[in-house]
């Protein structure tokens, strides 16, 4: 069972800083793509960041300049910095990623999500 498992979020001030971690768990041959989306309430799903195995990187509109993502392959790990935090930025986040289990299976999973508010 492959599963990706988010920590980090919270509540910190405008202009505060946080830093999300999502690890991917169980029998995986390699992992693609990796990403970060969020939701906010009475709000669609919107790409925050994405990051190749290579560590090309592609950000959302709203976030670039201000968060960083990263990823430490030999941990199955991706990473999301949220720096000059903003209330506009409180939403749920959530991970996702593209796993290869053999050669001939790739699979996509989304973590749980975790709640990032910025609130004075």
């Known amino acids: 069972q492959v599963q990706l498992l988010e920590s980090g979020g919270g509540l910190v001030q405008p202009g505060g800083s946080l830093r999300l971690s999502c690890a991917a768990s169980?029998?995986?041959?390699?992992?693609?793509?990796m990403g970060w989306h969020r939701q906010a309430p009475g709000k669609q799903r919107e790409l925050v960041a994405t990051i190749t195995s290579g560590g090309s990187t592609n950000y959302g509109v709203s976030v670039k300049g201000r968060f960083t993502i990263s990823r430490d392959n030999a941990k199955n790990t991706v990473y999301l910095q949220l720096n000059s935090l903003k209330p506009e930025d409180t939403a749920v986040y959530y991970c996702?990623?593209?796993?290869?289990?053999?050669?001939?299976?790739?699979?996509?999973?989304w973590g749980q999500g975790t709640q990032v508010t910025v609130s004075s």
């Open positions: 996702n990623a593209d796993i290869t289990l053999s050669p001939r299976s790739t699979i996509g999973r």
């Open positions: 169980g029998s995986i041959f390699s992992i693609n793509a």
